[in-house]
């Protein structure tokens, strides 16, 4: 069975059917089991130590002023516990639980359990999506959340745009001619790092289209052979990352733009020796890396990449 990615996965009830149903809110704002999963300064809670997990807080520990659907928006439920995601404002981390502080998420996710992150994932991408979208992008006046605050309606009567929760779609791949793997670095990710080709998605065009216009443009490379790998919900803030691996036709690399520093050829060999850095193995491209790696190596990928340590103190 493939592993599924980090931030994906079943692991809610996302109950879509109770989002206009005023009664059961009711109910879940005086549910005593509710929690919170709150965000501040898109970061997110988490207790620290050597087995890091989500921190929630008991919606009775919300102020009362803030302890309503304006305010909150429902995640789903899990079993009988109903979440909802807060946001938090302010200069400074809010000092919620003991043991706890707020992380980046992308730091921290793939540390978590899954479902944990996925969870948190998916509070800070609402979350996101809110603060991005207080004013109407047709006639510029507030808008107000509704149906448990997955809808931002236009407050203007003559108006009343509705907007909803944005995903762009973009795509990574891992090209390879079967014995190495095509990889690129950015000018402003750490020294060494590389990792695979990708790009937004472009209207008007298919996902595999996509595929083979990003890879001519950032490395000149003709691919064919274009399959889809598994996709990734990636909320930084709103991306949804669909994987795919690809064979070269031609091996040149010719970069035709200034998206890349630079891109390399690079054999299992070099990255089983640590050559070149790879990226944090919560990413889809350490997984489209990790498959490839895997399926032309008698030992897998993990047993030369360990998991990623927890951040240290700031």
Known sequence: MQKRNVFAGPYLDRAAHLRQDAEWFADALADANSRVIPVWNSRSLVYEGDDPRAAFIALGDVPPERRALSDLILLGRIDTTSFFAYELDGLDAPQLLPGARFEDLRLVASLLPPEEAGLLGYARALVSWRRRHRYCGTCGATTVPVKGGHVLVCTNPACRHEQFPRLDPAIIVLVSDGDRALLGRQASWPVGRYSTIAGFVEPGESLEDAVAREVLEETGVVVDSIEYHSSQPWPFPASLMLGFTAHAVTHEIRRRDEELEDAQWFTRADIAGGVPLLPPRQSISFSL??????????????????????????
């Open 289 to 314: 890396i990790e498959h490839w790696f895997d399926a032309g190596s008698d030992r897998p990928l993990s047993d030369f990449h360990g998991t990623t340590s927890w951040p240290p103190p700031r």
